[in-house]
């Protein structure tokens, strides 16, 4: 008996209390509405207004280019290998800038960098 007792003491003998239990079913979650994060339809005078605002803004990017960096398009100007392919390249990518920055249609968001620096 003393030999019994030396085996349990080190080891957890199973009861009848320790058997799995079937699980309880977890109650039912509440249906939630989600929200769509979609932007709405613009109607025809949003998007007239929002092409405005991007033409806008684009000419103040690229003249805010032109005057930031006028030295080193000047010495860009002079490259004789400039010619009018490369000339429309550049400018296409100058311009491709402006895209970086959000419009009301694109962002879905209450932030619209556009007219925030065109002060609208």
Do not use: C
């Amino acid at each position: 008996m003393v030999k019994e007792q030396m085996q349990t003491d080190n080891l957890k003998v199973p009861h009848e209390k320790d058997a799995l239990r079937p699980r309880s079913p977890s109650p039912s979650l509440p249906s939630a509405e989600i929200p769509s994060f979609l932007p709405s339809n613009p109607s025809a005078d949003d998007a007239a207004h929002e092409q405005a605002m991007k033409d806008k803004f684009r000419k103040f990017w690229m003249s805010s280019l032109a005057e930031g960096f006028k030295e080193d398009l000047e010495e860009i100007r002079k490259e004789p290998n400039l010619g009018p392919s490369r000339l429309a390249l550049l400018i296409d990518s100058l311009a491709a800038g402006a895209d970086v920055f959000t419009s009301s249609a694109s962002s879905g968001t209450d932030m619209n960098e556009v007219d925030v620096v065109m002060g609208e």
